[in-house]
């Protein structure tokens, strides 16, 4: 018996020591030690990061985001290309579009090599304006709607069955201009969307505080411009996002840091202001330039960007319309120029531009709040960040 029990003990012994060589050449291998947390079951995703080429970065990149631990790793430059500041992935993945933020401006679209690994030059245009900073597909996938920020102009292109860019985009400028200089001494496009119904193309200009309209007519012609809302002079409107089921629509405000909610008619496509409140903590009196504007899948929780006081602002969004601000979160970085939810809406990342790195969050269930995880990433200068699938 004590010969049986012996040679038992010996291979427990020599199983957990072949275990825990495993274990030592995997930590070596990824600099990682494992813990509960990291062996649960893992569920990877790519994650696009959209850059200023000012400093180290170099284009576009990838980084591995585990959706169980909320962990960032394996940072991959994917393209090389200018400024590219904004993002966009076609439904099936296959497709990667993105701005080059210069003067004058282009647009790039690209695929996925054969490895998946690197993204190939489809075809490139110019802009035709200045600073392109936002883009947009359209629910078909065969129109590419461009805002050019320093010439205040939308462009929209056709986009071909394999990507590629029609030449000559249908152009529309805008004019007008703001109390704030110098960030209003003219009209400067800053989002240009779709809407619901596919037969609107909206572009929230900051320097006009407005809101202009284009209808699209049966061929995909844009028609005469119309005015959508008139904002508070000095608001200097940025980026817009529609409610997920009702028709309302969300405008952030860069230069008087507020989120406006407004009633969308999908017929005129005039958009009619419900509420406006502040994304800052009562008592706050330093510099702060909104950015980013996101609503959670059911509608219930709206977020926002704070660069200045550097934090996520979460608002509750009632059955009328009207916003409620649950709180602030801190970034834990400088200038949070972008930011997006994960797929399954668990966790928020945030890209703060001027520290050079990416954070995570964990949202709660029930309040919406952001609850930093301790995980970044370093990447020099990212503006943008856009998950497979989004």
Known sequence: MKSILYSLCSLLFLSLLGSCKQDKKETERTGEIKTEETMEKSETIKLLVGTYTNKESEGIYTVDFDQVTGKLRNKQLVASTSNPSFLKISKDGKRVFAVNENDPGTVTSFKWD????????????????????????????????????????????????????????????HQGSGPVMPNQESAHAHCSLFSKGQDLLYAVDLGADKVFSYHIDGQGKLGAQKLAL???????????????????????????????????????????????????????????ACADIHISEDGK????????HNSIAVFSVGDNGKLQLMGTTAT??????????????????????????ITVFKLDGQTGMPVYTGNQIELSMPVCLVFEGQ
């Open 301 to 308: 929780f709206l977020y926002a960007s704070n660069r200045g």
């Open 114 to 173: 054969e490895k998946g690994t690197q993204l190939i030059v489809i075809d490139q245009q110019p802009s035709a304006g200045a600073h392109p900073c936002f883009l947009e597909l359209n629910e078909a996938e065969d129109k590419l709607a461009v805002a050019n920020y320093s010439s205040g102009t939308v462009s929209v292109f056709g986009v071909g069955p394999n990507g590629e860019l029609a030449p000559g985009p249908q152009v529309r400028e």
């Open 332 to 357: 834990e970085g400088d200038w949070p120029r972008n930011f997006t939810l994960s797929p399954d809406g668990k966790f928020l990342l945030v890209a703060n531009q001027n520290s050079d790195s």
């Open 230 to 288: 008139s904002l508070t002079p000095g608001d200097g409107p940025r980026h817009m996002v529609f409610h997920p089921t009702k028709e309302w629509a969300f405008i952030i405000t860069e230069l008087s840091s507020t989120v406006v909610s407004v009633k969308v008619d999908p017929e005129t496509g005039s958009l009619t202001k419900i509420d406006q409140q502040s994304t800052l903590p009562e008592g706050f009196k330093g510099e702060n």
